[in-house]
Each structure stands twice: as structure tokens, then as C-alpha cells.
């Protein structure tokens, strides 16, 4: 297969799933569109009913053209990751990797165009992050929640809002932002910095206001980018953490014990915003996000100091805090299931506390004249007084 066959192929499968994300190779199963979170077969054109060894690595070969950083990685490593852009259509972030001595592709289509935080359905108190002068905010969230997305409405929002220099720091650039109100510079893992952590100090070198790290991945890019927020920058970033509390924990566990008192101090001052996604199975199909957010506060910053305790747990906060724009996953999908988005089986099965989400259901649907309870036919048995 050429590189020309290849592209006619991904043409053929983004043109029969035009709302494809994800695109797989797999051996043994033929080629797959995920398409609303659900994997179907795909490229049934060109005959391959099941994929081969050979068809994924030749497929592999033609996605990573002459990168030699890449060869290395999959060969010493088991998997790399690079980018691929499909001409006048589409631009994919692909990961290749080894299992069972076979090679299985995932490639992540990424939109073209930047979208808004009005294209994406975004709460309003998100603006707030673009308008944060430093400090570390963070997207957080399980992959394929959309967590890149939203930071790259932040930073859109960032660039038609204010003349700073955004340096970003990604694996591998997903947004290609243009020169607008700001400066930006995209470099790539692999191509313009070796590491994270290298990539982040040389950033501070750069006279920028604001850095997006790709990823929070270790201790070390932790420890710069929090000196880089104490600095007076503003550091952007995801987790692959589930919610709040969850985040916080996953930050400090990457330090020793004796660190930890210090850092819970710096995460504390530094810390703007957390925002944590889920996507849901939308009803009509297609997915809707449900989001956790959380900024700072005294209390917060108290929390995450001493710890959580029993009536100052971070749930607790963002609930009272809903008049400010915060809000829990709960709240998020109460809301969706009262505006007729999401089942009440897709709410209770994302739900974080289940009896809070199944109370406000209920809520809903007493207002809405509709059944609560499934148990019918309950009346008084007024001959059973006379018994006695």
C-alpha cells in the first residue's frame, strides 16, 4: 500500500462515518469507526473483511513516513505517537502500538476549525480562565472526554481577546491556531522539544504569558509548571483524572511524603480552575458533555492544604458555590436529564453520587406530572381495623 492508497482509504471511511472520531486497526477485526463512542466496521470498499500482521503494519509504515524518532519509540518502547494529515480533509492524532506481536492503530480525528465556547455548549464561567492573569488551570477527564477541545476554546478565546505570547507545548499539536490579538507558538514533542520538562523550561525562556502543557505527566513538569504559574504565567493543562478531589490527590501523590506539605502550600496559591468532562450518549444520538468545575477560594484553598473533612469536602464546596458558576457532575446531570438530552439510565449510570441524581429525577418528573415509583395499586384495607 501507498501513501495514496492510504489516503483513498481514509477518504472511503470518513466518507460512509462523516462523524467518525477515532478511526481502528486491529488485528482480527476488519477496520472501525467509532462514531457517537460506539466502534463499527469500516472501508468495507476495499474488501478487508479482517485485518492481517501485514496490513497493520503496512499500515503503520505509511502513517509514519520518514520519522525515525517514531521507529525508535515503537521499536524500544512498544508505541509512538505522531500526527497525520489526510489532505484538504482531515488532521489525525495516530498511536501506534505493539500487542501479541502484532501492531494495532488508534488515529483521533482532529476538527479543522477552532470552536468556540459557544460552538461547544460551554458553561459561561469557563470565560473566566481566558480572562486568569496567572495561576494553573486545569481540564481533567478520562481520553476522548474532549478535554483538548475546551483548552482550545480557551486559547481561541485567549487569542481574540489579548496581546500576549502563548507558547504551547504539545504530543502531538492538535489546534493550529492562527495569528490573531495574540502570538502563538506550537511546538511538538519530538520535533521542536525532547521532553515535557525541557520543553517547559526552555518555554520560561520565552517571554511568554501563557504555556499550555499538553499533559501533566510526571513530577517534574508538575514542579516547573508550578513554578512557572508562582512566576506570574499562566499554565493551561490536563489530567486523566475522573473529577476535583481526584486531581488535586493525583498532583500532591506525585511527590514524596516529606514534600508534601510545601506543595500542598504552592498548589494551594497557584491552583485557578479545575474543570473535569465526561460525555454522555446524547438522546437522537451524537454525546453532550456533563462538566465538574471548580475554581479558588479560602475554603478550597484550606481543603487542599489540611485536607478534606467531614462538611468541607470539595463536593460540598461546589455545590454552595453554584450561584458563582461552579457546579458538580450531579448538578451537570440533573440539568441535562431536565432539559431532555440524556435518559434517565445514561444520568444514573454517569451519576458520582447515584441516590442525589435519582432524587433530582424525581423531582423532575413530579413536576412534570409523571410517575415517581413503579409500584401501583396501593390502597387502605379499611376491614383490617375491624378485625381486632
Not at 521507529?71 to 505517537?81: K, R
Not at 488551570?137 to 481577546?161: E, M
Amino acid at each position: 500500500m501507498r501513501r495514496a492508497e492510504l489516503d483513498s482509504f481514509l477518504f472511503d471511511i470518513l466518507d460512509e462515518n462523516p462523524t467518525a472520531s477515532d478511526i481502528n486497526f486491529t488485528v482480527g477485526k476488519p477496520p472501525q469507526a467509532e462514531v457517537d463512542g460506539l466502534l463499527k466496521p469500516a472501508g468495507t470498499g476495499f474488501g478487508i473483511q479482517t485485518l492481517a500482521p501485514f496490513h497493520t503494519e503496512t499500515l503503520a509504515l505509511n502513517l509514519i513516513g520518514s520519522d525515525r524518532r517514531a521507529v525508535q519509540h515503537l521499536l524500544n518502547m512498544g508505541s509512538c505517537d505522531i500526527s497525520y494529515h489526510l489532505p484538504g480533509r482531515a488532521r489525525f492524532r495516530v498511536n501506534i502500538f505493539s500487542q501479541r506481536g502484532t501492531y494495532s492503530i488508534a488515529m483521533r480525528q482532529l476538527p479543522t476549525r477552532i470552536p468556540t465556547m459557544d460552538d461547544l455548549g460551554l458553561p459561561p464561567v469557563l470565560e473566566q480562565i481566558a480572562d486568569e492573569k496567572f495561576g494553573m488551570a486545569f481540564v481533567t477527564g478520562a481520553t476522548g472526554s474532549g478535554k483538548s477541545t475546551t483548552l482550545a476554546s480557551v486559547l481561541n478565546q485567549i487569542n481574540a481577546r489579548h496581546p500576549y505570547h502563548v507558547v504551547t507545548l504539545e504530543d502531538p499539536v492538535e489546534f493550529v491556531h492562527p495569528q490573531q490579538k495574540a502570538t502563538f507558538n506550537q511546538r511538538e514533542l519530538g520535533l521542536d522539544f525532547d521532553s515535557f520538562p525541557n520543553g517547559l523550561r526552555a518555554a520560561l525562556r520565552q517571554a511568554p504569558k501563557v504555556i499550555l502543557v499538553g499533559e501533566m505527566r510526571d513530577r517534574e513538569t508538575v514542579e516547573i509548571g508550578l513554578s512557572a504559574a508562582e512566576t506570574g504565567h499562566l499554565v493551561l493543562s490536563t489530567l486523566h483524572t475522573i473529577d476535583a478531589g481526584q486531581s488535586i490527590n493525583r498532583i500532591i501523590g506525585m511527590f514524596d511524603l516529606e514534600e508534601e506539605r510545601l506543595v500542598r502550600i504552592r498548589l494551594a496559591d497557584t491552583m485557578k480552575w479545575i474543570v473535569s468532562q465526561r460525555l454522555l450518549p446524547k438522546v437522537g444520538g451524537g454525546r453532550v458533555a456533563a462538566f465538574e468545575i471548580m475554581g479558588n477560594s479560602l475554603r478550597v484553598q484550606e481543603a487542599i492544604v489540611h485536607g478534606e473533612a467531614e462538611g468541607k469536602t470539595f463536593y460540598e464546596m461546589m455545590e454552595q458555590a453554584e450561584p458563582f458558576g461552579w457546579t458538580t457532575f450531579d448538578a451537570s446531570i440533573s440539568r441535562l436529564y431536565e432539559q431532555g438530552q440524556i435518559t434517565e439510565h445514561t444520568a444514573l449510570a454517569y451519576a458520582s453520587k447515584r441516590a442525589l441524581v435519582m432524587r433530582s429525577i424525581d423531582k423532575v418528573k413530579s413536576a412534570r406530572g409523571e410517575k415517581t415509583t413503579d409500584i401501583d395499586g396501593l390502597k387502605i384495607d379499611r376491614a383490617y381495623r375491624k378485625q381486632f
